[in-house]
C-alpha cells in the first residue's frame, strides 16, 4: 500500500509567492490517496484562492479558528488530534517567529501547539530574510523541538535577486513528506538500505566509452520504495536520465570500480544491500588520453579488455548484510540465476530477461531463495519494486530473527 493512502495531512499554507507550488503538492497528495486539509493563514489567501485547494483536495479549506467547517470537523483540538501529518508549506519569517515563540493565535499555529503528529517546515523567503540571524535562531529552536526542516533552494526568487530561500518543487516536498510517513510507521524504520542502479560506463578515450542498455528505472523505483518504508536510503547510480530522488542519498558513479569504492564506503552501515545496477563484466585495459582516430589504411582496431571486479562476490564476508542480487540473463535465466545465488552467496536473487525488460517500461520477476521460487507477474516497474520490497521485508526479519538466535 502507497505510504500515503488515507493519511491525514494538514497542509499549512503562509502568505508567499511561493503558495502556488503548494497547489500541485496538494493535488498530487490528495491523488495518492491522501486526505488532505488544507489551513490557509489570511496572507496566503492573497496569493491563492480557498476555492483552489478545495476543489483539488475534495475538502473545505480552513482560515478561521472559530468557523466550523461544512464537513463537520471540529477546530485545531480534532484536526491535530487525528492528523498523521503537519506540512507547512512555504512557511514564512512571520509563521517560523510566531512557530518559535509558542504563539495559537490563529488556526494554525494553535493547530501545531495541538498534535503530537510529525511537522515539517518548509521555509521560502527573501534570501536576506532567511540568513538573518532571528530567521536562523527561530528555526534552530524549531529544531531541536524536532520540527523536520526542509532546507530551501538555491535560485531566482520571484523579485529580481537569486540565492537560498526558494521553496523545493512540489516532488522533493512531497519525497520528504513520504520519507517521514514512511520513518514513523514503516517496516523498514530505523533500517539502511543501500541500492545500486543503472549501468556504468567504461571508458575507451576521453569521449567514448563502453556501456549497456539499463536505464536505472528499477533501481530508482527500488530506492524510493525503500525510502517510503522508513528506510534511511543510499542510492548509488551509474549515469541516467531519471530526476535524483528526495529525501534519499544518491552517490554518483561511472564505472565498476568506482561503484565498488562507493559500496565499500558504506556497507559497514548498511542492513541490507539490492544489487541491481548493470555493472560491466569488462572494462578496457587501457584508457587512451585522447580521442583515438580513425585510420584510413586500417580497417579496424583493436581493443584489449579486463575483467572487472564482482562486486557482490567481493562482499560475501559483509554477514551483517541481507544481500539481494539481481540476474538478469538472456538464456537458461532460472538455472543461470540459481547458480549466482549460490556462488555470490546472497540471500535472495531476482531473475529477470533482459531482453524484454532493460530499458523497458515493464519487468517480469521470479524471486529465487535457498527455499525455493516465486514469480512475480509483468508490471510497471514501480509496481514491480513494491511487490519487490513486500517480499523483501519478511525474508530479512525472519534472516534477522534466525541471526539473533544463534
Not at 26 to 43: E, F, K, Q, S, Y
Not at 51 to 60: D, I, V, Y
Request: charged share 20%; hydrophobic share 45%; glycine share 8%.
Amino acid at each position: 500500500m502507497d505510504v500515503l493512502q488515507n493519511k491525514n495531512i494538514i497542509l499549512g499554507v503562509c502568505g508567499s509567492i511561493a503558495a502556488y507550488k503548494v497547489v500541485q503538492l496538494a493535488r498530487d497528495l490528495t491523488l495518492a490517496g491522501a486526505h488532505v486539509h488544507v489551513i490557509m493563514t489570511p496572507a496566503a489567501q492573497r496569493f491563492v484562492g480557498t476555492a483552489t485547494f478545495q476543489a483539488l483536495t475534495g475538502h473545505p479549506v480552513l482560515t478561521d479558528m472559530w468557523a466550523l467547517p461544512e464537513d463537520g470537523v471540529i477546530g485545531h483540538i480534532t484536526l491535530g488530534a487525528q492528523a498523521d501529518l503537519v506540512v507547512i508549506a512555504p512557511a514564512t519569517a512571520h509563521t517560523i517567529a510566531r512557530l518559535a515563540a509558542g504563539l495559537s493565535d490563529d488556526l494554525l499555529t494553535t493547530t501545531v501547539l495541538a498534535t503530537s503528529a510529525p511537522i515539517l517546515l518548509a521555509p521560502a523567503m527573501n534570501p536576506l530574510m532567511l540568513a538573518n540571524p532571528a530567521t536562523q535562531a527561530n528555526l534552530a529552536t524549531l529544531r531541536a523541538r524536532g520540527f523536520i526542516i526542509i532546507e530551501p533552494e538555491v535560485g531566482r526568487m520571484a523579485e529580481d535577486v537569486s540565492g537560498k530561500g526558494r521553496l523545493p518543487e512540489p516532488h522533493t516536498l512531497e519525497g520528504a513528506i513520504r520519507a517521514t510517513l514512511g520513518q514513523h510507521t514503516g517496516p523498514l524504520r530505523g533500517r539502511h538500505v543501500v541500492v545500486t542502479a543503472g549501468g556504468t560506463r567504461e571508458p575507451i578515450d576521453p569521449v567514448r566509452y563502453l556501456a549497456n542498455r539499463a536505464s536505472g528505472q528499477m533501481g530508482y523505483a527500488l530506492a524510493i520504495q525503500a525510502r517510503d518504508l522508513g528506510a534511511t536510503v543510499t542510492l548509488i547510480s551509474g549515469p541516467t536520465a531519471l530526476p535524483t530522488p528526495a529525501a534519499l542519498t544518491t552517490v554518483q558513479i561511472e564505472t565498476a570500480l568506482e561503484m565498488q569504492a562507493a559500496l565499500h564506503e558504506v556497507i559497514g552501515q548498511a542492513d541490507i544491500l539490492i544489487m541491481n545496477a548493470a555493472v560491466a563484466d569488462f572494462r578496457p585495459a587501457v584508457a587512451a588520453e585522447h580521442k583515438l582516430k580513425k585510420q584510413p589504411d586500417i580497417a579496424g582496431m583493436h581493443l584489449d579488455l579486463v575483467t572487472n571486479p564482482d562486486l557482490l562476490a567481493g562482499l560475501a564476508d559483509q554477514h551483517h548484510v541481507f544481500k539481494v542480487g539481481f540476474a538478469a540473463e538472456t538464456d537458461d535465466l532460472l538455472t543461470n540465476a540459481q547458480s549466482k545465488l549460490e556462488r555470490k552467496r546472497l540471500d535472495l536473487i531476482v531473475a529477470n530477461d533482459a531482453v524484454t525488460s532493460i530499458g523497458q517500461e515493464t519487468i517480469a520477476l521470479t524471486l529465487i531463495d535457498h527455499h525455493g521460487m516465486v514469480a512475480l507477474e509483468r508490471r510497471p516497474k514501480h509496481e514491480a519494486a513494491a511487490e519487490l520490497l513486500a517480499a523483501i521485508v519478511p525474508r530479512y526479519e525472519c534472516w534477522v530473527k534466525d541471526k539473533t538466535s544463534l
